[in-house]
């Protein structure tokens, strides 16, 4: 399976939103509702942010929003704050109990 | 809150085999998916496989000639195995539970040296 498509880098002002585009195929995104986000800080694990598109995990600020439309899941950070500067990973299941990754987005708070 | 721990030699000889373990600790590991994803320096993240079932397993169709991963409910350990190795698999490997990965270890950073 071939990885998902994600922007190299998307960057906002405090307070502002943006959006990451996160897009793959009828056999991945397109095909099932199980897409998630990753935030993760420099020399960090990964931290789940969205799970099956749009559902949040418990302590998440709801800041942190996400969509799908066709092959392209979105993640949307409002009110962006200095401390969500990170880079940002979407996955998508494939089928046949498989797993594909996007290749990340660097987030950069101006 | 269950916790995730890898562990295993940080450095591999080329053409040998890698081996790392992750400990669930606080939580039962007879239910849930169990996987390994990697990260090269600088890069991106990659799923390897997980196992699931305490039995069950499934690859990334790049590296499925390569790995093994397997489980010990009685030490509620997982563990990676990936042979004949070259520097191209020099990453942190990652551990985490569930479909939506929703827990991770810290990850280890293995080596591999010529």
């Known amino acids: 399976q071939s990885a998902l498509t994600q922007p190299p880098s998307a960057s906002g002002s405090p307070g502002q939103s943006v959006t990451i585009s996160c897009t793959g195929t009828?056999?991945?995104?397109?095909?099932?509702?199980?897409v998630s986000w990753y935030q993760q800080h420099p020399g960090k694990a990964p931290k789940v942010m969205i799970y099956e598109v749009s559902k949040r995990p418990a302590g998440v600020p709801d800041r942190f929003s996400g969509s799908k439309s066709g092959n392209t899941a979105s993640l949307t950070v409002s009110g962006l704050q200095a401390e969500d500067e990170a880079d940002y990973y979407c996955s998508s299941y494939a089928g046949s109990n498989n797993l594909v990754f996007g290749g990340g987005t660097k987030l950069t708070v101006l | 809150q269950v916790q995730l721990q890898e562990s295993g030699p940080g450095l591999v000889k080329a053409s040998e085999t890698l081996s790392l373990t992750c400990t669930v600790s606080?939580?039962?590991?007879?239910?849930?998916?169990w996987s390994w994803i990697r990260q090269p320096p600088g890069k991106g993240l990659e799923w390897i496989g997980y196992?699931?079932?305490?039995?069950?397993?499934n690859y990334n169709a790049s590296l499925k000639s390569r790995v093994t991963i397997s489980v010990d409910t009685s030490k509620n350990q997982f563990s990676l195995k990936l042979s004949s190795v070259t520097a191209a698999d020099t990453a942190v490997y990652y551990c985490a539970r569930g479909r939506a990965l929703g827990i991770w270890g810290q990850g280890t950073m293995v080596t591999v040296s010529s």
């Open positions: 606080d939580g039962s590991i007879s239910s849930y998916y």
């Open positions: 196992i699931y079932n305490s039995g069950s397993t």
């Open positions: 009828s056999s991945d995104v397109g095909g099932y509702n199980y």
